[in-house]
């Protein structure tokens, strides 16, 4: 039964597009562009084994971790990631998935950290990269320990939070299950019981509109 006393909201955090932009406009002059069209996988490391990182211009993609193949999160431009690399190497392996066509660049993590160092980028760097950590740290905390449909309300919240032409692209069943692993007739079950409740709306499996969302079913 859905409880609908109180709500909570997401961390309000706020892109530093400003710091963004800088690091953007000095790193550029020594990247390769990419226009990749949607379903493609770009992977962390290039053809000569260089740890590389990306900066999204326009688009959304998907982040996959490789070694549990673990669906992270869909991320929308603009966005710099380097997850395998800077500054320090991680134990984790994580690939991209193209969601719609993606542009933007790319360069060795080493590289980067070098222009950084050069240009005196480091405050701008710290900027984006706290905002990165805070948020993989709210993600964690709406996933890990916590209850069924506290995960599917915390997916429906991140979705409603999207361009309506990629809700259009998307089951919200499906996507659902793989970000949480949680079977389909527990998700179905309660996302009927949300529809019916009018917390939110959907059409042909795609999410339409998310409301006031009860905290607890």
Same mark, same amino acid.
Request: charged content about 20%; some cysteine.
């Given at each position: 039964?859905?409880?609908?006393?109180?709500?909570?909201?997401?961390?309000?955090?706020?892109? %530093?597009?400003?710091?963004?932009?800088?690091?953007?406009?000095?790193?550029?002059?020594? #990247?390769?562009?990419?226009?990749?069209? #949607?379903?493609?996988?770009?992977?962390?490391?290039?053809?000569?084994?260089?740890?590389?990182?990306?900066?999204?211009?326009?688009?959304?993609?998907?982040?996959?971790?490789?070694?549990?193949?673990?669906?992270?999160?869909?991320?929308? #431009? %603009?966005?710099?990631?380097?997850?395998?690399?800077? %500054?320090?190497?991680?134990?984790?392996?994580?690939?991209?998935?193209?969601?719609?066509?993606?542009?933007?660049?790319?360069?060795?993590?080493?590289?980067?950290?070098?222009?950084?160092?050069?240009?005196?980028?480091?405050?701008?760097?710290?900027?984006?990269?706290?905002?990165?950590?805070?948020?993989?740290?709210?993600?964690?905390?709406?996933?890990?320990?916590?209850?069924?449909? #506290?995960?599917?309300?915390?997916?429906?919240?991140?979705?409603?939070?999207?361009?309506?032409?990629?809700?259009?692209?998307?089951?919200?069943?499906?996507?659902?299950?793989?970000?949480?692993?949680?079977?389909?007739?527990?998700?179905?079950?309660?996302?009927?019981?949300?529809?019916?409740?009018?917390?939110?709306?959907?059409?042909?499996?795609?999410?339409?509109?998310?409301?006031?969302? %009860?905290?607890?079913?």
């Amino acid at each position: 039964m859905l409880n609908s006393e109180g709500i909570t909201h997401m961390l309000d955090l706020v892109k %530093p597009l400003n710091h963004l932009e800088i690091l953007r406009s000095h790193l550029s002059a020594y #990247a390769q562009a990419f226009d990749s069209a #949607a379903g493609e996988e770009l992977s962390f490391v290039n053809e000569h084994g260089e740890q590389q990182c990306w900066f999204f211009k326009e688009g959304f993609f998907d982040i996959w971790r490789e070694n549990n193949d673990i669906h992270v999160e869909l991320l929308a #431009a %603009p966005v710099l990631l380097s997850l395998s690399g800077d %500054p320090i190497p991680s134990p984790l392996h994580y690939k991209l998935v193209t969601k719609t066509q993606c542009v933007g660049f790319r360069l060795p993590v080493q590289l980067a950290m070098d222009v950084i160092e050069k240009q005196g980028l480091w405050k701008s760097f710290c900027h984006w990269q706290t905002y990165q950590m805070r948020w993989f740290e709210w993600r964690d905390a709406q996933f890990i320990g916590t209850s069924t449909y #506290a995960q599917i309300r915390s997916t429906l919240l991140t979705m409603a939070s999207w361009d309506a032409e990629v809700r259009s692209q998307i089951g919200v069943i499906s996507y659902i299950q793989t970000h949480t692993h949680i079977s389909r007739s527990v998700i179905a079950e309660m996302l009927s019981a949300l529809r019916k409740g009018n917390y939110i709306e959907m059409q042909k499996g795609k999410l339409v509109a998310v409301h006031k969302l %009860p905290l607890n079913y």
